[in-house]
T-cell receptor
């Protein structure tokens, strides 16, 4: 079983829909990261959080440390949001990230 | 622009050849790491470094060497390329382990 599990693996939405991507982890963490990988391949850091909630534009990330679960929400989705969204955790036992497999999001106009 | 620079972007190697993937950052980040990304799998850690002169193995270190002689550079060496090393490689850096990471643009490597 992977230490970081994401769901769903694939998600197709219509423009304007509210989107939720989930991430569950089974290890002790110091922080959780949400990353975005565009079709061109580059990876961009969206959020890093260790508690509560963060918001940036139409993106919202939440984390529940007790339940070992995080969600990434996209409000009013747009075709330019189409990308792979990756959850990663900073493991408390070392200086490294452990990644989920990613969620492929496609937003249709 | 400040960031992580990876070279080359694409490379084709023959089995048994060696090569070095370059990674440089100009943000004075202490932590640098190399990952490989394969279809159907999350990124996996190959090697990482917590500062100049210090390196350690990640999940999949076999067949790869690293060194960290300066804060800026963290090259990844493939000693004798194998088809199983066909992958996309990413270098990343961060100031501290609990800060946001900056990723390079990736190197797509094919071993034939």
């Amino acid at each position: 079983k992977n230490e970081v599990e994401q769901s769903p693996q694939n998600l197709t939405a219509q423009e304007g829909e509210f989107i939720t991507i989930n991430c569950s982890y089974s290890v002790g963490i110091s922080a959780l990261h949400w990353l975005q990988q565009h079709p061109g391949g580059g990876i961009v850091s969206l959020f890093m959080l260790s508690s509560g909630k963060k918001k940036h534009g139409r993106l919202i990330a939440t984390i529940n440390i007790q339940e070992k679960h995080s969600s990434l929400h996209i409000t009013a989705s747009h075709p330019r949001d189409s990308a792979v969204y990756i959850c990663a955790v900073g493991v408390t036992s070392g200086s490294r990230l452990t990644f989920g497999e990613g969620t492929q999001l496609t937003v249709n106009p | 622009n400040a960031g992580v620079t990876q070279t080359p972007k694409f490379q084709v190697l023959k089995t048994g050849q060696s090569m070095t993937l370059q990674c440089a950052q100009d943000m004075n980040h202490e932590y640098m790491s190399w990952y490989r990304q394969d279809p159907g799998m999350g990124l996996r850690l190959i090697h990482y470094s917590v500062g100049a002169g210090i390196t350690d193995q990640g999940e999949v270190p076999n067949g790869y060497n690293v060194s960290r002689s300066t804060t800026e550079d963290f090259p990844l060496r493939l000693l004798s390329a194998a088809p199983s090393q066909t992958s996309v490689y990413f270098c990343a850096s961060t100031r501290e382990v609990d800060r946001g990471y900056t990723f390079g643009s990736g190197t797509r490597l094919t071993v034939v």
